[in-house]
């Protein structure tokens, strides 16, 4: 078998806000290396970006959450959803996420589909982490660490910084300026990072003209912006920042 031309592969399947401006997908994240596929956020929109893009949620093997709102966490029901009755996994599910993800994600499931998070657990190996603040901790192949965020969602949300296949990712999550995200994406090969609003935004979320502002300090070697609003897609000949698609892949050697 030829050796892989790449040690880690980024496909963007979501880079929206939770309103799918634009009529992008839900954030979600597949990274794929050495045969395993992990997702960094999973949000309502995310099964059908995975089927689109031709990826089996059976071959997910990890789950990485931010934080739980919809348009981050939503999804993960549909994947025990489809493992239940659709296509049986040969190997576990790993979601890793605030504490009360568990909680949050199960609840959910039997909300949509009264009886689901029993069957889930009886048919699939299922495991769930709590993340905790300023943590480190090996999942999978991956080593995470967790930088606090700035965004309300009924649970403690992150930043994250991971370490796998020789290179390091960095992930804002939705939040205000920190200077965690400085942190987090010091020297990153790649760092994902929300824009939701142009010259302001929302609360818990960030703005083009704040991350303009504070571009010297962001060390990273690739700054891509998602959770794109309205306002910025309407600017986007005027943004400062590389731009993440719906559909793009990066393959990093």
Known sequence: MAASPFALRVTFLGTGDAFASGGRSHACVLLET??????VECGAAAPVALRRHGVSPSTIATVLLTHLHGDHAGGVPFLLLDAVYNEPRTAGLTVAGPRGTRERVLALADLLYPGLAEKARQVVDLRF???????RLAIG??????AAAVHGSGA???????????????FSGDTAWTHELVNASHDADLFVCECTGYDNAPPGHLSHRELVAHRPELTARRVLLTHLGSDVLAQRDRLTFEVADDGLVIELP
């Open 34 to 39: 050495g045969g395993e596929c992990l997702l």
């Open 141 to 146: 192949s991956c080593t995470v660490t967790t």
């Open 156 to 170: 403690t949300g992150f930043a994250l910084r991971l370490e796998m296949a020789g290179r390091t990712l960095a």
């Open 129 to 135: 982490i709590e993340l905790e603040p300023c943590s």
